[in-house]
């Protein structure tokens, strides 16, 4: 007789939940991306849904909120994301244009203050230092 092969378990629960998690941040991803904002909110609050203590897909979908004109529910999106991961230098960016544009002067200032601590020599720092001083 021969041997039989025992066949490979059954992915668990939790692990199509984690799958799931990954697809619909990928795709969040690619839709912020593209710009496609209407599908990024989507495919973020999804990945959000599926994993509430991703800082990434809280920034994402704080920054299709945003984009949308939702400010008060990006910064709400953008606060969260902060306090998971407060070394996302793009999170503390995206707070910081959201407050700016809610008109909390110093929420702002405060924001790319720390984005700057976090990337001195980023794409934006430049400009972000530029803004700083016309908040001052």
């Known amino acids: 007789p021969t041997p039989r092969t025992p066949s490979p378990a059954a ?23 593209a710009r496609r904002w209407s599908d990024a909110l989507d495919r973020c609050e999804e990945a959000v849904r599926l994993d509430s203590r991703n800082a990434h897909a809280l920034t994402l979908l704080g920054e299709a909120a945003f984009a949308t004109d939702d400010v008060r529910r990006a910064i ?6 902060v306090r998971l991961n407060s070394r ?22 405060a924001a790319y203050r720390r984005y700057l601590e976090l990337t001195p020599e980023g ?6 230092r530029a803004v700083l001083e016309g908040l001052q």
């Open 11 to 33: 992915p668990s629960p939790d692990d199509l939940r984690a799958a799931e998690a990954r697809r619909a941040l990928d795709q969040c991803e690619s839709a912020s991306r």
């Open 76 to 81: 709400g999106l953008l606060d969260r994301a």
């Open 88 to 109: 996302s230098a793009r999170a503390w960016l995206a707070l910081g244009g959201a407050r700016q544009d809610a008109g909390d002067r110093s929420g702002a200032a």
């Open 123 to 128: 794409r934006r720092a430049d400009e972000i």
